[in-house]
């Protein structure tokens, strides 16, 4: 976080009166000077934190006949979100590492326990991780599965082609 950073600008006299142009930073490396701080209740709320139940939950109670009730139960729209599969994929070439999206994944599991699923897997992701990032798929589905225990996991499979560029043999797909 930044926020030391901000502190000691906020409260830089300089900054303060206003006087300050492009080069204030450059001019001022004592606002780099960043108090050490123990961030000891931010600690303790990650180790007692457990995220809310969610549809996951449902799933794992209920079997997945049970869930399918509760889904045609449930009264209001169910939401899928595709960030962790498609925003990635069509903005950034599906170039965001694992380490990436498992540092914003104990957030999604505590902000959107409400989710129907999180399509992150499928389409242009498994091969991206294997030949670009160098990452194991498999593993990047379990670290995700770890801080997103709550939210049901969804795949983009595309018929034939599967998780490929091409179709393959009905056999491969089928069998």
């Known amino acids: 976080t930044n926020i030391p950073f901000l502190l000691n600008v906020f409260n830089n006299q300089k900054f303060l009166s206003g006087?300050?142009?492009?080069?204030?930073?450059?001019?001022?490396?004592e606002l780099f000077k960043l108090p050490v701080r123990k961030q000891r209740a931010q600690k303790l709320l990650r180790?007692?934190?457990?995220?809310?139940?969610g549809w996951r939950d449902v799933i794992l109670q209920s079997g997945p006949d049970g869930f399918a009730?509760?889904?045609?139960?449930?009264?209001?729209?169910?939401?899928?979100?595709?960030?962790?599969?498609?925003?990635?994929?069509s903005l950034l070439a599906t170039r965001?590492?694992?380490?990436?999206?498992?540092?914003?994944?104990?957030?999604?599991?505590?902000?959107?326990?409400?989710?129907?699923s999180l399509e992150n897997w499928g389409g242009a992701t498994?091969?991206?991780?294997?030949?670009?990032?160098?990452?194991?798929?498999?593993e990047r589905l379990e670290q995700l599965r770890e801080a997103i225990p709550n939210?049901?996991?969804?795949?983009?499979?595309?018929?034939?082609?599967?998780?490929?560029?091409k179709n393959y043999p009905d056999n491969v797909v089928h069998e």
Not at 47 to 53: E, F, N, V
Not at 96 to 109: C, E, N
Not at 154 to 159: E, F, H, I, P, S
């Open 19 to 29: 006087a300050v142009d492009t080069v204030f930073i450059d001019e001022n490396p």
């Open 47 to 53: 180790y007692i934190g457990k995220p809310t139940r």
């Open 69 to 89: 009730k509760a889904v045609r139960r449930h009264p209001h729209l169910l939401l899928m979100d595709t960030t962790m599969r498609d925003a990635h994929q």
């Open 96 to 116: 965001i590492r694992t380490l990436d999206i498992a540092r914003i994944s104990p957030f999604v599991a505590h902000a959107f326990p409400q989710f129907f």
């Open 126 to 138: 498994f091969d991206v991780s294997m030949r670009f990032l160098h990452e194991c798929p498999w």
């Open 151 to 165: 939210i049901p996991f969804q795949m983009l499979l595309r018929g034939a082609s599967a998780v490929g560029y």
